[in-house]
């Protein structure tokens, strides 16, 4: 597929069931959607689906039934775990936001399931919708009127992903995400504010 090109995923998925493939390996809600609405009968088999049940493609994980089978990332599983080592490292949390999009596959059980997991850790979450850069702009006047400890990222655009590691290390906001890249890209932003300190603590030696 052209790079971009979201809007053929529909046609190429059909030219497949058409050329009777053996199977259809889909990477992701937005290419799994497409081929299970273009067949019933060739299998299936999706990669890294944040929440197959409840995107409608599998009766259950144990039980998928139909033609689609495969990996689901557990995406919103594992948000309460995330709160929980936040809480662990981040001394005296009281306060923590939650940057994402509920649109994104997967994520509303990630709200929900971190707002249950801050009950029982006595943390007040906050949840702020992140759909664009454009977004972070009112992030950060929230952020600066609730004084939050720390940061949960959901998933989502790896721009913006990247985008919200460097707000945070700008903002030096405590922070756990959803994949390693966004905490590679947050890295970088630090040593660049690193490197803009160093002249001023050799003056202060």
């Known amino acids: ?18 050329l009777k493939v053996d ?23 999706m990669t890294q689906d944040n929440d197959p049940v409840g995107n409608g493609f599998v009766a259950s994980l144990a039980r998928p039934g139909g033609n689609v ?12 775990k995330r709160l929980e080592l936040l ?6 949390l009281t306060r923590v936001a939650i940057l994402g ?14 707002e249950r997991a801050a009950t029982v850790l006595g943390v007040q979450p906050q949840y702020l919708e992140i759909n664009e850069p454009k977004d972070l702009d009112g992030a950060s006047r929230a952020l600066r009127k609730t004084h939050s400890d720390a940061a949960l990222v ?10 919200i590691a460097e707000f945070s290390a700008k903002h030096r906001l405590p922070a756990i995400y959803y994949s390693s890249s966004s905490v ?22």
């Open 23 to 45: 199977v259809i390996v889909s990477g992701g809600s937005g290419a799994t959607r497409p081929a299970k609405e273009a067949t019933t009968t060739i299998p299936i088999i």
């Open 101 to 114: 999009s509920v649109a994104i596959a997967g994520n509303a059980q990630s709200v929900q399931e971190s």
């Open 87 to 92: 809480k662990e490292t981040v001394a005296k």
């Open 69 to 80: 089978t495969g990996l689901s990332s557990l995406a919103h599983d594992l948000s309460a």
């Open 1 to 18: 597929m052209q790079r971009g090109r979201v809007e053929r995923i529909q046609e190429l998925a059909e030219d497949l069931v058409r």
């Open 184 to 205: 590679l890209s947050g890295a970088d932003e630090l040593r660049r504010l690193l490197a803009r300190l160093r002249p001023a603590c050799r003056d202060l030696r």
């Open 154 to 163: 959901l998933n989502g655009p790896t721009n913006v992903q990247r985008l």
